[in-house]
């Protein structure tokens, strides 16, 4: 007797056809002036509001964990983190820290590591930020941006007060730049950028794992399309993330001024590995102060259907050896 195989071809539908439920990935960046946190789709480019935080929040930092299917957003001027379903933008909560939250990043065991404005520390707590699980102090501050490692080691920008390493025990100096003191991304080769913002800087730093310059990816007024009256000199591309396909994602707060409309505003970029400008998706924007990307996740009736299905196939394979 055969094992019977329309379920499982319908399975396999499930995983290849194009009409099957799923939500497309796509690049998140936040808005720090008006609150906004916007979603460019992966595929089309096209622009939509994800979430929108009221009382000017002044989003300082995005993160994003695959695994809880969570969206962090640090308000810097609410003294807390907002999450979000990463998928919806649906609120699932507001954690009141205490501290000026600036960058965030989640480490590899899910936990959520935060930069603090307020003082010359990252914290450090779980998933839900209902905990706090550590603090880690540097010789100088205050804190900016965090990242990692290929090693694992923690990378923290500070603003003004260059760059640390710390390697669970000690803090040490990873890079003496004043300039790098935004959001840490590192690539596949181990290979670590730091952006920039402070407002006196263009560019993004690029550094190899034991904090030697290797250059910069820089993002010009011309390229922001600045039009108005910004109070800053540089662009401050601050936000930096990578997409699936090793590109930089660069989001640029601008020089931005918000008490004048015609102020220029920042933008969105990508780059390859090697410098070169692939695409622009906002140019002339509100000032964007991070970015990170969303990995399309299949909706729950996913899962359900192809684990029945193979159940059913497993249990008539059983059914066949006792005939």
Known sequence: MKTPTILLVFTSCLLTCPDSRRVQAAIVVSE?????????DETTKTESTLAFVAGNPGLSGLAY????NTLYASALNHGGVYRFNAQTGSLLGFSSLGIGPGGLSIASNGDVYISDFASSNIRIYDSTLTNQLGLIATPAGPTSGVGFLGNGNVLISTAGSGVYEYDGENTTLFANNPAASAQIATDSSGNVFIGHGLGFSDSVFR?????NILGTFDISAEMINSTGNGSSIGTSPGGITFDPQGNLLVAALGRSNPSDPGGERGGL??????GNLLETFAAGSNALSSVVFV???????FFTLLAFGAVYAISNRRNRRII
């Open 32 to 40: 720090f002036f008006t609150g906004r946190i916007q979603s460019f």
């Open 207 to 211: 550094y190899d794992e034991d904090g």
């Open 295 to 301: 990995t399309a996740i299949p909706e729950p009736g």
């Open 65 to 68: 964990s695959q695994s809880e």
């Open 269 to 274: 970029f990508m780059y390859d590995v090697d």
